[in-house]
């Protein structure tokens, strides 16, 4: 039975893996970071084995991923779907992994497995990058790394995000290189979900507005085909 991350990758893999799949722009910074779709395979890989095999996550289970836009986010979705857990975007009392960031651990509860994703634009582990990780959570661009660039998976469940099974994620509107720009969104996770179940790509772009003029000349420079 193929995982969700397998539909959504084996397509783009067989077309062109050399292909940009995430490319992120933080005005912030600045920076840029561009994954290809063998790069973000290889990521969601590592965090899918870690998700199964140290943290024992199996096909059916519940992760909430509590993420900003970053081009990391990309391989913790892909990589939950690799392991056949459903995500969820909201709290869920059936949860058995939380993935979130350091300015939101907060938001969830301490009795749950949690994993803090960095959002440095070189995905430097946080302690690498000057951020305290507390105890009984576990930093995960430090813990995936030393699994494996491949995975097998060991099935997958029926459902992908919040509820709903991959194929009732995509639109065809959302089958291009979509842009995903804004300072504050919350809906990223859902975002990228919708725009991978529909065989696009995408572009982020933080710390600007989304009508800020050099959001346009990114688009532009791109090749957006949508904003989504």
């Not at 939380?98 to 946080?126: A, F, I, N, S, Y």
Request: glycine share 10%; proline share 7%.
């Amino acid at each position: 039975m193929n995982t969700a991350a397998d539909t959504v990758l084996q397509p783009l893999l067989a077309l062109d893996p050399g292909a940009p799949m995430v490319t992120h722009y933080d005005q912030a910074v600045p920076s840029r970071v561009e994954l290809s779709v063998t790069s973000t395979a290889n990521w969601a890989a590592k965090i899918a084995g870690l998700l199964r095999d140290e943290l024992g996550v199996t096909p059916g289970d519940v992760i909430v991923c509590d993420l900003p836009a970053h081009w990391l986010t990309a391989g913790v979705l892909l990589g939950a779907w690799w392991a056949g857990a459903e995500v969820r975007t909201g709290s869920a009392d059936d949860v058995v992994v939380v993935v979130t960031v350091p300015d939101r651990l907060d938001r969830h509860p301490t009795d749950v497995e949690t994993l803090l994703m960095t959002t440095d634009p070189m995905g430097r582990p946080l302690a690498a990058a000057g951020v305290e990780v507390p105890p009984g959570v576990t930093d995960l661009a430090e813990a995936c790394r030393i699994h494996p660039d491949a995975f097998a998976p060991s099935g997958g469940g029926d459902r992908a995000l919040d509820g709903l099974p991959l194929d009732q994620l995509a639109e065809p509107a959302l089958a291009g290189r979509a842009l995903v720009a804004g300072r504050e969104r919350d809906d990223v996770v859902a975002t990228l979900a919708r725009v991978f179940a529909s065989g696009g790509t995408a572009v982020l772009v933080t710390g600007a507005d989304a009508d800020d003029p050099a959001v346009a000349g990114i688009a532009d420079t791109e090749r957006t085909t949508l904003t989504a």
